[in-house]
């Protein structure tokens, strides 16, 4: 019998499976329309946004902020319960920055999102869009409906000049004190990663892998750099002023992320996508998920697991000060 934990398992934590350990049994997120906005589109920090961020902030496949976020949840819990048979659910604010509201519209935003069969709630935001106010109201939410609450931070890259060439509108201080904070408060942190871009090198791919790890991240997103129709990334890409890192780049770098990231975060996603319909050019015209296999064969073929090189370097770290 083959005993080799290499071929047998995954090469890294799942989502998937770290909910149903938790949980025990299958949790679905429900993605969830507020309508909101960005200070990095409205003018406060700047009028274009990041430069890969599409009209729809990155709720491509969500339903329209016209309908109730209750209607939205409900709609989505009966096609989830049905297709795919799963009972508990943890709503997601998903599109723009969700904490970039007023108080008042945010407390409607979250108590909208409570129910019998929520276990949790996920908000995506920016780095330095969250209050003190704010987490300390989801912090009595969370006491007085026992759920978990997860902040969703995109960060991309720890390479200041590369924040700066993705006009990302924050610093690498900003994301770093919106974490201490959120870990502060015993919330969960989630925070979004784009493994190839150009600007980008290996030492600043080990760089994130490790920075998440050392502030106790609980999961992580990456996906490659993918071009939107209407985006500024879009332009420079059809005027030939940027290139693309081909596919075979993007799985040496996930590698690499994901050999230096603690093996206690899990992956909520190692490839994304968007609709075919919204892209230019998404995963190099190759299938999410076939990019996700060559990934996984070859941490397989090379008998690579999540942390081997996070694990290591915490090793010596601890002998040198014992």
């Known amino acids: 019998m083959n005993k080799d934990p290499y071929q047998n398992h995954l090469p890294y934590q799942t989502y998937a499976s770290w909910l149903k350990k938790k949980y025990g049994q299958k949790v679905y997120k429900i993605p969830v329309n507020t309508g909101g906005t960005c200070p990095n589109r409205d003018g406060t920090i700047s009028k274009g946004g990041c430069i890969f961020c599409g009209a729809k902030g990155a ?35 998903q599109d723009f920055s969700n904490t970039y509201v007023d108080f ?23 780095p330095d869009c969250i209050s003190d106010q704010q987490l300390d109201y989801l912090s009595e939410i969370s006491e007085q409906h026992q759920i978990d609450i997860c902040l969703e931070l995109g960060l991309q890259t720890t390479n200041s000049h590369t924040l700066m060439k993705l006009n990302r509108g924050h610093l690498l201080s900003d994301y770093i004190n919106a974490a201490l904070r959120i870990k502060a408060h015993q919330f969960q942190l989630c925070t979004h990663m784009i493994l190839d871009l150009p600007w980008d090198d290996e030492i600043d791919v080990i760089e994130g892998a490790e920075l998440l790890s050392v502030l106790k991240n609980d999961f992580v997103k990456c996906h490659a750099l993918y071009v939107e129709r209407g985006t500024v990334l879009a332009k420079m890409y059809q005027q030939e002023k940027i290139h693309l890192l081909d596919i075979d780049d993007y799985i040496d770098r996930a590698i690499l992320f994901l050999t230096h990231l603690s093996p206690d975060i899990a992956l909520q996603r190692i490839i994304g996508r968007i609709p075919e319909e919204d892209s230019i050019q998404t995963n190099w015209n190759i299938s999410w998920w076939k990019v996700r296999e060559m990934l996984i064969d070859r941490m397989r073929k090379d008998h690579l697991m999540q942390g081997v090189a996070f694990q290591k370097n915490s090793k010596k770290v601890i002998g040198k000060m014992c």
């Not at 008042?104 to 920016?126: D, M, P, W, Y």
């Open 59 to 93: 709720g491509n496949e969500t339903l329209s902020a016209s309908i109730p976020i209750e209607e939205q949840i409900k709609q989505n819990e009966a096609y989830i319960s049905k297709r795919y048979h799963a009972n508990l659910f943890i709503p997601f604010l």
């Open 104 to 126: 008042e519209t945010f407390q409607k935003n979250i108590e909208a999102c409570l129910g019998k069969h929520v276990v949790g709630i996920a908000i995506s935001t920016r």
